[in-house]
């Protein structure tokens, strides 16, 4: 298909005097999952507020499947979405809840029942039409839910938060669930939430939004590994944040002086400093591995182990906030104890971008 | 729990229910004349409250009353409370004030005032002036009823079915309303049983041939003073429990006079 399932131009959104959302621009291509990953506040539950159509833009358009459903009530807009709390009708079965969408574009009963027994042995809900939605557990109501969504074969797919509300020892595997399920749907879906792990997990894109702006929309790998600005850098992921300086600026590619190493970081960010500028470099936890030469050293704080992995947090006066954290394997970090002096080599390539004051 | 504590509540309890008891018992006495305690019983009052005229057509003037106000004032007080919740416009206050009025203003005031406009107007004084009254009366009651179980119900629920395509109309009928109708029983029962034991008011607009039962029980005890009135109280008691036990199993009426003890039933 050409035409892409959702596309957002410069849409912005006023509650009063407080801007929630600044001419945000965004492109969902059919059958991809993207994420609106930032914290509480930052206009990503307004954005998808606004694509439903729960909310009205001040400026800009938004395109369903190239159509503009800007002025396009929400009831018209041929969405499916999954609520945090589910919203599931608490006086309808589960396959009530399920066939609710079809009814309302007047299908007939038995057609409509065809398609949510499909819509349910998708889900892995067959056998469980006549069950009350609290008669179930909180993974067979998000399952219902999103049953619920799919089943009128929306446009895009909308999900806030769905896992929130879940143990977190279930979450892991709903996310693979709930992404293979999307996927054998084959529909674009716009994912909200809070937690860059779920984000990085599940997303083929990530728009990363803080303050009522996307900072950065891309793969996971990009953001994570070349974040866009200091928020993004700092938002996913865990990071030591070191002070340097601008040695110079080649290509695509900067060179960054911290103590006697020399880094290499995306030069994007840091267009228009002069050489010898004050920078800071995000080293990500599981770039930094004992032994030299130094890039940074402190005095063991805590060792955590995590199964896979430890990390190791250490107290460092180079670093950002005086601490610094590690990710290494569970053999190298054997004997390593409290009080004890770690010396860590740095990666030769990292993030970096202009030094916030105070230094 | 302490004796002096459970005496206390056994105390309290005897109380309450004391001149609801007295009354049941003095029913069966053999007596023409109210005495207590009873010295032979009968059952001959009971007989006569069921087969006097005026309480006869008394009662029927009241379920006639009762019935047609209480669902005009259930229809009316939804409207009012769905459109206080739902929607803004000029005047919302005023409707608000206007609505929760007849709260602080006595029932005899209400009655007076109709009584007064329509002797005025020369309008008739038969059942619908009755019925206009005690909707008055009772409106307030069903517009809380219902407001308290529109800002208890889930929004999210109605965004979702708008979300499934369901257009605002469809959404009031499927799933607005079937969540509301214990709050809208709640206050159709409230409403029924405050009209059907409504007196002040009545008593001033009711003619002999439109009177209710409370005011036919007011002017009988008037005039005689024997157990009949206490058989008909005996009678009204046992007649509204069994209804309220009723309303209480099938429509779960605790959760919507909001008198569930948390962690109880």
């Known amino acids: 298909m050409a035409v892409e399932a959702l596309r957002l131009d410069g849409v912005t959104r006023r509650f009063g005097a407080v801007t929630a959302l600044h001419g945000a621009s965004l492109v969902v291509a059919p059958g991809e999952f993207v994420t609106l990953l930032g914290p509480s506040g930052c206009g990503k539950t307004t954005l998808l507020n606004l694509v439903a159509g729960f909310q009205t833009p001040d400026e800009g358009e938004i395109f369903l499947g190239g159509e503009s459903v800007t002025r396009v009530p929400v009831w018209k807009r041929d969405i499916g979405m999954v609520f945090q709390s589910y919203a599931l009708f608490p006086h309808m079965n589960v396959a009530e809840n399920v066939a609710y969408g079809l009814r309302a574009r007047g299908m007939p009963k038995v057609e409509a029942m065809g398609r949510v027994a499909e819509a349910l042995r998708m889900v892995r809900l067959s056998g469980l039409e006549d069950r009350r939605p609290r008669q179930l557990s909180g993974g067979q109501q998000q399952r219902a839910a999103l049953a619920r969504a799919l089943v009128i074969r929306p446009r895009i797919l909308l999900l806030d938060e769905p896992f929130s509300a879940l143990d977190r020892a279930l979450r892991g595997g709903l996310q693979v669930e709930v992404r293979e399920i999307q996927r054998a749907a084959g529909v674009a879906t716009l994912f909200v939430t809070h937690d860059q792990h779920e984000a990085l997990a599940m997303s083929d894109r990530i728009a990363v939004m803080s303050g009522g702006r996307i900072h950065q929309v891309g793969t996971p790998e990009e953001v994570y590994a070349r974040p866009a600005d200091r928020f993004v850098a700092g938002f996913v992921g865990d990071a030591t944040v070191l002070r340097g300086r601008l040695r110079g600026l080649m290509g695509g590619t900067a060179g960054i002086e911290v103590g006697q190493a020399v880094l290499e970081a995306d030069a994007a960010p840091l267009r228009g400093l002069s050489q010898g500028a004050p920078v800071d470099a995000f080293l990500r936890p599981e770039t930094l591995s004992p032994g030299g030469p130094a890039l940074l050293s402190g005095e063991v704080r805590s060792v955590v182990f995590q199964g896979g992995h430890v990390d190791v947090h250490l107290a460092c006066a180079e670093a950002a906030g005086g601490r610094a954290v590690a990710r290494l394997a569970p053999m190298l970090a054997s004997g390593l104890a409290a009080g004890s002096v770690l010396e860590l080599a740095g990666p030769s390539r990292c993030a970096a971008f202009p030094a916030e004051e105070p230094a | ?265």
């Open chain 2, 1 to 265: 729990m302490s004796w002096w504590l459970r005496l206390l509540v056994l105390l309290l309890l005897a109380f309450i229910a004391m001149p609801a008891l007295v009354a049941c018992i003095v029913a069966f006495d053999a007596r023409s004349i109210l005495n207590f305690p009873p010295q032979a019983w009968s059952m001959r009052w009971f007989e006569r409250a069921m087969t006097y005229p005026d309480f006869r057509d008394g009662a029927w003037n009241s379920l006639l009353v009762m019935i047609s106000a209480s669902v005009i004032a259930t229809l009316l007080g939804a409207g009012a409370a769905l459109a206080l919740e739902k929607l803004e416009f000029r005047g919302k206050r005023t409707l608000e004030a206007l609505v929760m009025a007849p709260l602080v203003v006595p029932h005899f005031v209400v009655g007076l005032g109709f009584l007064t406009l329509f002797a005025q107007s020369g309008l008739p004084r038969g059942l619908p002036l009755l019925v206009l009254c005690h909707v008055v009366l009772v409106l307030p009651f069903v517009v809380r009823s219902v407001w308290i179980s529109l800002k208890s119900l889930d929004g999210r629920l109605e965004d979702a079915a708008l979300s499934l395509g369901a257009p605002p109309s469809r959404v009031l009928r499927q799933v607005t309303l079937p969540l509301l109708l214990p709050g809208l029983a709640g206050g159709w029962l409230f409403a029924a049983i405050l009209s059907f034991t409504e007196f002040s008011a009545s008593l001033f607009v009711s003619t002999q041939r439109t009177q209710t039962l409370p005011v036919a029980m007011y002017n009988y005890v008037r005039e005689y003073a024997d157990p009949s009135i206490a058989a008909l109280s005996a009678i009204w008691i046992v007649t509204t429990m069994l209804l309220i036990l009723a309303a209480d199993r099938w429509l779960g009426l605790s959760r919507v006079l909001g008198t569930e003890v948390p962690g109880g039933r």
